[in-house]
């Protein structure tokens, strides 16, 4: 498990007779030169103890969201910054319950809300606990939210019973761990450019032409590629977001200035095109403010079309060439019409006419036209963050396939 080395690995422990097991994954998870610090929760008290738990990690263990020997260190927040995964084996049912509904009322729970790691569930419970629709309820919820469910597996548990709900094998979590991170590590090897934003297209100094684009989802996908593994540049209009941890932000404000910048860094293994680049620039910008008087004609000539050179260019070409587009109206038909016009490989559209998504939403829901397939895959009404986490996991699963 060479892809485990130096990785750290926060470990949260529930209280259940599967909490036991948890020793056995630190004692693999330290073998294989893992970084891993341990919460436990009150009910994981009643089956273990810190002293076998931190004598296993060498390690502090954390219990207590409020420290009174640490009032000065937020554990949820270092705990949360600190890990590359967070870890939660054997998962309860009241776990699952108080993270499915955002609780934040002890360090565990406190830790998953403040964190934007991974996170993976490990369930343990008894069969008919794990099978009752308000588990699966609260389950769906979760794994709607991006957490990882790893089992559980069937089989005789503690109270006597047959069935699903018995912790997975410890080997298995810790090949699953492992496997994550070997994903990132083929991810590395792939270069990914984001276009964000609108353009600005100067009139004069005070005028400009734009589109309206507030670059969210540009970079909530700049940031979920680069914390997949991937080479990240981003090129971005004028917005007031805060730069992508990792990320290589390129500012412009035309789009002349995004279509040079585009070029330079070509070629790409997938480019995606979020931004909403005017259509229209001046033939030429005034250097005085122009007088009302005189707005009556204006000269205007089409901007390059970066999307369509990007991917009608032979040697320059990316494996992937993903476009976006915002309808207010045909969404199906004016889509399949840009895909093929613009030779995208992928088309991604959004019916802007929803006042609940797009633009300045926090949210987003957006449908997937392919080149040469019929099918439409639906990503269905989340934060604009979450879509991006669908579409970066669909897209290292596409240049994985091809190469």
Not at 43 to 70: M, Q, R, W
Not at 110 to 126: G, Q, T
Not at 208 to 217: D, E, V
Request: charged share 25%.
């Amino acid at each position: 498990m060479k892809n485990l080395e130096n990785k750290k690995i926060l470990l949260v422990i529930c209280g259940g007779i599967a909490a036991y097991k948890s020793l056995e994954l630190i004692r693999i998870f330290k073998k294989n030169k893992c970084k891993i610090k341990t919460i436990l929760t009150k009910g994981a008290l009643k089956f273990i103890t810190p002293l076998s738990v931190s004598s296993l990690s060498g390690e502090k263990v954390y219990t207590e969201l409020f420290d009174a020997n640490n009032e000065a260190e937020m554990s949820h927040i270092a705990l949360s910054r600190w890990a590359d995964v967070i870890l939660f084996a054997p998962t309860t049912a009241n776990k699952i319950a108080q993270l499915s509904n955002g609780l934040a009322e002890d360090l565990a729970t406190s830790v998953a809300l403040a964190s934007d790691k991974e996170i993976f569930l490990a369930p343990a419970m008894n069969v008919r606990m794990w099978e009752h629709k308000i588990t699966k309820l609260n389950l769906n919820k979760l794994v709607n939210s991006n957490y990882k469910i790893i089992g559980p597996d069937i089989g005789e548990m503690a109270c006597g019973e047959y069935g699903s709900g018995k912790f997975s094998n410890v080997s298995e979590i810790s090949n699953i761990i492992n496997n994550y991170f070997k994903g990132l590590e083929v991810n590395k090897k792939f270069k990914a450019l984001v276009t964000a934003g609108p353009t600005r297209e100067y009139i004069d100094p005070v005028r400009f032409i734009t589109n309206k684009s507030s670059g969210k989802q540009g970079y909530a996908i700049a940031e979920e590629l680069y914390k997949n593994g991937f080479h990240t540049t981003l090129i971005s209009g004028p917005t007031n977001l805060k730069t992508p941890a990792g990320v290589e932000l390129i500012k412009v404000n035309s789009a002349d200035e995004m279509y040079k910048q585009t070029v330079k860094k070509l070629p790409v293994d997938v480019a995606i095109f979020t931004a909403a680049v005017a259509d229209f620039k001046m033939k030429e910008i005034k250097h005085e403010k122009i007088k009302k008087d005189n707005l009556e004609y204006l000269e205007i000539e089409k901007t390059n079309d970066i999307l369509n050179y990007t991917s009608k260019h032979n040697s320059l070409r990316p494996k992937l060439v993903i476009g976006f587009a915002a309808e207010t109206n045909n969404l199906e038909k004016n889509s399949r019409k840009k895909l093929d016009e613009k030779n995208c490989d992928w088309l991604i559209a959004n019916d802007v006419s929803n006042k609940n998504i797009g633009f300045d939403s926090e949210y987003n829901e957006v449908k997937i036209f392919q080149k040469n397939s019929l099918k439409i895959e639906n990503i269905s009404f989340n934060t604009k963050e979450m879509i991006a986490k669908t579409l970066v996991k669909k897209i290292a699963n596409e240049l994985k396939a091809n190469g």
